[in-house]
């Protein structure tokens, strides 16, 4: 029998910290409607991310997925490197 894995998260940000070995930081921005008054603000949400290469600079948009947890803080890896900055 073969083991079905389960479909994992994907998200795509902005590589806020490339300065850690292996690990980056990655900020997620997404609109969001207020309840009551509908108006829509920005909120932001920061993940840390496996980065095995060290490949990822700042201000990176890059896509992670989620994974088995790496370290106390990172949940997430690295899966591609969406566009480079400039």
């Known amino acids: 029998m073969e083991a079905k894995r389960n479909a994992r998260k994907e998200i795509v940000g902005r590589v806020a910290s490339a300065k850690m070995d292996k690990t980056i ?5 997404r609109s969001i409607k207020h309840p009551k008054y509908g108006k829509y603000f ?14 990822c600079n700042e201000n990176d948009i890059v896509r992670i ?3 088995r947890p790496l ?5 997430w ?5 969406v ?4």
């Open 25 to 29: 930081s990655v900020s997620v921005v």
């Open 42 to 55: 920005k909120k932001t949400k920061t993940f840390y991310a496996h980065d095995d290469k060290n490949e």
């Open 65 to 67: 997925m989620e994974t």
């Open 71 to 75: 370290s106390r803080l990172k949940r």
């Open 77 to 81: 890896r690295l899966v591609e490197i």
């Open 83 to 86: 566009e480079r900055a400039k």
